[in-house]
């Protein structure tokens, strides 16, 4: 089984900085990608930003130069580090791993996190 758990959520005022991290354990031999995804109230999940295992990242247009997201592939984990925080990035703030292999040589579908709130006050 595998279990991803995030941390790092509050509340922040406008222009604030958060850092936001999530570590996945269980029966983990690699991950493919890990990313970040939001969901504000009365919208769809959307992906805020994605990282490969070899390093190539992916950002939503409304967060490029603002966050960055990191890995660390030994520790099983992702980051994100949000600059410059506005109201509109005020949501649900979910993991997310895909294509995890597990030590059977196994590949696992897609793993999300339970989520953790960010909220960001103008």
């Known amino acids: 089984q595998v279990q991803l758990v995030e941390s790092g959520g509050g509340l922040v005022q406008a222009g604030g900085s958060l850092r936001l991290s999530c570590a996945a354990s269980?029966?983990?031999?690699?991950?493919?990608?890990m990313g970040w995804y939001r969901q504000a109230p009365g919208k769809q999940r959307e992906l805020v930003a994605a990282i490969r295992r070899g390093g190539p990242t992916d950002y939503a247009d409304s967060v490029k130069g603002r966050f960055t997201i990191s890995r660390d592939n030994a520790k099983n984990a992702v980051y994100l580090q949000m600059n410059s925080l506005k109201p509109e990035d005020t949501a649900a703030y979910y993991c997310n791993a895909e294509g995890i292999r597990d030590y059977d040589g196994i590949l696992r579908g897609d793993y999300w996190g339970q989520g953790t709130q960010v909220t960001v006050s103008s």
């Open positions: 269980g029966n983990i031999f690699s991950i493919n990608i």
